[in-house]
């Protein structure tokens, strides 16, 4: 026979143990944003080489997630993965022809996703298109000339639209620089 305690126990831990599933059968992507920050991070520069984006970061001294381009961070793999153990400058050389770059005519573009924790995307992280065109510029065969090179900051969540930015600099030249706070120079030196 069932004492009035072992049923109400019992009857709680039904309770408790259908809200948990219903929590989980919840969609909390309207809930939950991800966003576009400009925390973490005091500059992005990119410089467009003639094969390669070389692109510099300056972190915050306690920053020690991941920095990769989207579509690298299941395989982990250089040059289009890195994962600092502490904060700094970090620069990444991400090839035309690596890393998931999109090739349109003479126009290349790659995302990079500046990650605060090693296994997650969070509130905070950031992602950043960068573009560099040599479409109109007159190229001889040992050199590219670029016509523009820019860095958009978007929503760092993979399912969200990257045409939407949140900042934006532009450059007539192969260097162009963003800075979340403070004033967005070009031409700057890597």
Request: charged share 25%; proline share 4%; with cysteine.
């Amino acid at each position: 026979m069932r004492t009035p305690l072992y049923t109400l126990l019992l009857l709680i831990l039904t309770l408790r143990k259908q809200s948990a599933e219903e929590i989980w059968e919840q969609d909390l992507s309207m809930e939950m944003q991800i966003g576009a920050s400009t925390e973490g991070y005091e500059k992005v520069a990119l410089y467009c080489g003639a094969n390669e984006m070389a692109v510099e970061l300056q972190t915050y001294p306690d920053f020690s997630g991941v920095i990769y381009t989207q579509g690298s961070f299941h395989s982990r793999q250089s040059p289009c993965f890195l994962d600092p153990v502490h904060g700094g400058s970090f620069v990444l050389n991400i090839p035309f022809e690596e890393c998931a770059t999109e090739k349109i005519g003479d126009k290349y573009k790659n995302i990079l996703i500046l990650q605060h924790d090693d296994e997650l995307i969070t509130p905070g992280d950031a992602a950043f298109v960068l573009k560099c065109d040599f479409s109109m510029a007159k190229q001889n065969e040992s050199d590219k000339k670029v016509d523009k090179s820019s860095i958009s900051l978007v929503d760092a969540d993979p399912g969200r639209d990257k045409a939407k930015t949140f900042g934006y600099v532009e450059s007539e030249t192969n260097r162009v620089v963003f800075m979340p706070h403070g004033v967005l120079k070009i031409n700057d030196e890597l």
